[in-house]
């Protein structure tokens, strides 16, 4: 007979769960005054849903699968585990539980998942979303390019904002530092370095000395790029983003990944000025002035500083 | 017989023919909950996949290796609705893979059995088409099935029953919740709402019957707000009446019934739910639609005053294929005998007390005709004629009260009796008063009427207006004890005009006599 056993999260990653994002969770849920409706992979075990349960609603969508040979797939053993265990858990965690099949990007651009089925908290056959709090832990990183040199990743990012268009909501984004910085990533890097580099010295300063740990420390090059991405991504959608100082950690199997948080607010659907420097709520520069946090001991702190 | 004589071609043959619906395989999966003694059932349907949990006491590894077996079931026939042991295969032709992951209390272990049906049916077509390829059916189910294991919480019992890749056109059947709760409600022991006032006092008596279980059922929809599967909250319910069928001194069925509160039918949205109702083993047998031609009096509106179970216990009655009516047999001519006289006390009872009710409403408004022709007398003089007015009204008055404190229990047979006194002393009191004002006593002139200040006003106003005595066919008809459904009051209306026109004073009176005489004794 086989024996199953549960699937093992990183210390680390409940730190972060536990420590980090609850904290930003309650404050969101505090700024919205109502429960946090959710979409997200929380994998197996649903940690996710059940370390912030008390501050999410009864709309909860997890995803679950992967993309291979062109398409979207799902393993029916981790399908089955994931509502095994959302079952067990009783009749009040089951409630507005909705468990979509296929990899996320796939969910995100096309507005259903591999069986058709639309997120709970849509409209208009997917096409818009309203989910407040949206956690995106990819095992991966945000750089795979098909062959024509697009990654996934990174347009289904941008699709969320299109998709949550009208929709105040919580951002979260975890990345692997492997594979994560393609040729796409690069440009616009070099975009915000041509935009805004020449008039702020301070800027280039920074940017700079964040690209430049390439091959060293890979997680200073996601610091910067990933809010340099969502700003462009965020802002012609009308929505002004807070950015939080991203956290660096060790997951399983050695894998240094990096943690974002993005408020995500919504001001109005005409959009900003693309390309200006500043998120509505910081500049990039104060976000490149961000630390970058770690773990130590169990403890979230500040591992460098950029001031 | 050896093991390799029965072809893997049999599961098909017996899960496909028997759960042709795919509400029929649901139904299994919620009666084997219910059979694991679960309080409550949650149906999950989320994207392609249906789960069916329950609270119940889960299984261990031999247990659910029994409950692999087909057609070999441990539950007594008396004890269980789930009996033939094939049950579980239920979802063979509906999804391509059946996942049963179960935790019993005790237990440090969760188990998991998985069916690869899609594989079954995959195997079963190729023998189909290659007579070479045929397979036991032991073999089919051990090699497509297996067993897992995982640690589990001692503290917890559940069964999860998990059907994985439901076709689309099965799906979309299924997904139709408000279908699947009615669905539920007739072929599932549910339980009352937890807010109906009864619950406890009835479910304290159902259990003591064998085989008795129900469950709450929630059935969870992508996208939708839960669903309650219990019996409705029916508002205005009076306090359940029990009690049992006895042939021989063999109780044959239980019975309860609530009537409403007010002479009045139980609301239209419960209609399915009005009269009464055959239960065997918690499922419903037929409609309430069976047992509507045993309610007689009133046209048989009675029927729709009161709800109420009949739970069969007597074994030899069987339900037919259909399980909209019992096979017949001498059990069930029994049964459908007492069943008679049931409904026959039943609506006696509901008759009495419609009875009593309408007694008080008319010795109310006569007491009201009394009081406010007192406080005229105490306050102010009249005309002759006016005094013979006040005095017929009291007359109509006690002859009300007269009639209908017979039909009062005794303390308020006393009051009106009270009541009628004090309404002879008035009415003496007005002739004394005749008498002092025209000695000869004649009665002349029309009539008038007396102002009232309360609500009654307008009913007092009527009887104070002559002829008061005089009933039209409606009212005769009604205080016999009959309903006159809406939009047929105009028909009698007419009826009436057209009496009247016809006939002489006399002769209509003895005509609404005679009706009401005819429909007391209906």
Known sequence: MKVRKAFQSSENKDVVRRKWDLLLISEWREIKAQNLTYLGLPGPELRDLIDWQDYLARERTAVEGYYAAGKSNIDPDIQQRILTNAMALGGNFSSGFQLLRGDVESLILTGHDMNGAFPQCSKSRGEYWFYDLINLDFCGGVGYESKRGISRRISALKKIFERQCGHDFLLLLTFNVRSTVGKQIEEYLDDAQARFGCGNPRFAQLLNAHRAQRGNKMSLVLKAAIPCIIQQFSEPHGFAVRCYPPVEYTGTGRAVLVHFAFQCMHINRSGFPVHSDRFTFQSLQEILELPLMGIRDGEIIALEEFK | MREEDVGATLISILSEGLYTNPLHAIREYVQNSIDAGAHEVIIKMTGNTVIVRDDGCGMNLEELRQARQVGISRKEYA????FRGIGIYSGFGLCNRLVIVTQKAGEDKQYTLIFDFEGMRRQITEERKDRSKTMA???????????????????????IVHL????????????NVEKLRQYLLRNVPVD????????EEIVQQLSRLPGYRASQIRIQADGQEDVLVVKPLIPNLAP????????????????????HIYPERIPEEYASYRGLVYKLKGFTIGSNALLRGYFRRGGGILHDWITGEIYVLDEEIVPNAERDDFQASQAKEILTNKVRELVEEVERDVDRWRTEVRARKVIDTARESIRAVQEKLDTQEFSTEEYWDLRETVRS?????????????????????????QAENLRERIQRKIASVHPAGERRGRSISVALPSTQASLVQTSLTLPATEPSLIQTIQESGWEIPTGVERLFTIIDRALKELLNRESYQNILKHISERLEEE
């Open chain 2, 79 to 82: 004890q269980f609705v789930g």
């Open chain 2, 137 to 159: 059916l032991t073999e089919l189910i051990y090699r497509y099935s297996w067993f897992e294991e995982a640690s589990g919480n001692p503290t917890q019992h559940y069964t």
């Open chain 2, 164 to 175: 994985l890749d439901i076709g689309r056109p099965h799906f979309d059947q299924l997904y």
């Open chain 2, 192 to 199: 009352f709402h937890l807010a109906f006032p009864y619950r």
């Open chain 2, 240 to 259: 359940p009446k029990t009690g049992y069928l006895t042939h021989n001194n063999k109780e044959i069925a239980f019975y309860w019934w609530c009537r």
């Open chain 2, 397 to 421: 008055a006690e002859e009300s009260i007269k009639k209908q404190m017979r039909s009062l229990p005794f303390p308020e047979r006393e009051d009106a009796h009270a009541l009628k006194r």
